[in-house]
């Protein structure tokens, strides 16, 4: 079973503009999370959050795909692996400015896979599998 | 939002803690057939009803259950809905992005001059 996201914003500049944004590390780190990113293709990098019950916080990416300034194509894996997806921006001149199309793909697995997003190092163990049956049960209650 | 999302996240760690007992996940689904009173819970375990009792507030901490008093008794009954919630894993992303995306549009509007007549005049 696979899930995609996707979102569309229209913003107010022109694309190079918006590029600058979704490629700046500075920019990146000021709507997005703090990381290491660089547009070039091939290359790994991370965004590093805080730490949630659950979650070490970090995402590990590799550049796939930089087409200044229209799409950049990402992966995102998270949580041991548990979150092995896909991001692509893509940007469109319009004329009201740059229409921004996120896409978020490939997750799997789907209850499953939040259990694993959720559940930390100090729970994996104990919940993986005991928990995983109980919350899919309960959750299907009507 | 920020407190808010917090509450959430604490929220959820509270619904795992819950889970991570198995006196507890037991408890979650004899309480799936409908509600009950806590005697007839505890016939099911072999610790003592006050230890029932205990775990049962932990439940209604977590959200889990509700309780209510019919007479000397509490009845309890199962609240799904955190659990709906906490398996509906999707939802944490587009959560994540439709804020990150605001955030965007926030540095753009920050970073950059407002570009003549090009913007409607809204915040």
């Known amino acids: 079973m696979t899930r995609d996201l996707r979102f569309e914003e229209v913003y107010p500049y022109p694309p190079d503009v918006v590029w600058r944004a979704i490629t700046s590390r500075e920019a990146l780190a000021e709507w997005l999370a703090p990381n290491d990113f660089e547009p070039a293709l091939g290359r790994p990098f991370e965004f590093r959050s805080d730490p949630k019950p659950g979650w070490d916080g970090i995402i590990r990416c590799q550049v796939l795909e930089v087409d200044p300034p229209r799409t950049l194509r990402y992966s995102w894996v998270s949580a041991n692996g548990a979150v092995d997806t896909l991001v692509r921006f893509t940007l469109e001149p319009v004329p009201e400015g740059t229409r921004l199309l996120l896409e978020h793909t490939g997750f799997r697995g789907a209850k499953s896979l939040m259990i694993s997003f959720l559940i930390g190092a100090g729970w994996r163990r104990i919940l993986r599998h005991r928990v995983r049956a109980t919350v899919e049960r309960l959750a299907a209650r009507p | ?123």
């Not at chain 2, 029932?52 to 209604?60: A, G, P, T």
């Not at chain 2, 809905?81 to 992303?93: G, I, K, M, N, Y």
């Open chain 2, 1 to 123: 939002m920020r407190p808010a999302l917090k509450e959430k996240n604490d929220c959820k760690a509270e619904v795992f803690r819950s889970l991570t007992d198995s006196t507890r996940r037991k408890l979650l689904d004899l309480l799936r057939e409908g509600e009950k009173p806590v005697m007839e819970l505890a016939v099911h375990f072999k610790m003592s009803l006050p230890a029932v009792s205990q775990h049962l507030r932990q439940l209604r901490e977590a959200g889990l259950v509700l309780e209510r008093r019919h007479g000397r008794q509490r009845i309890y009954r199962l609240e799904a809905t955190p659990l709906r919630e906490v398996a509906d894993w999707l939802s944490h992303f587009e959560d994540f992005w439709r804020t990150r995306l605001v955030r965007l549009r926030d540095h753009l509007d920050a970073a950059h001059a407002k570009p003549a007549g090009a913007r409607k005049e809204s915040k």
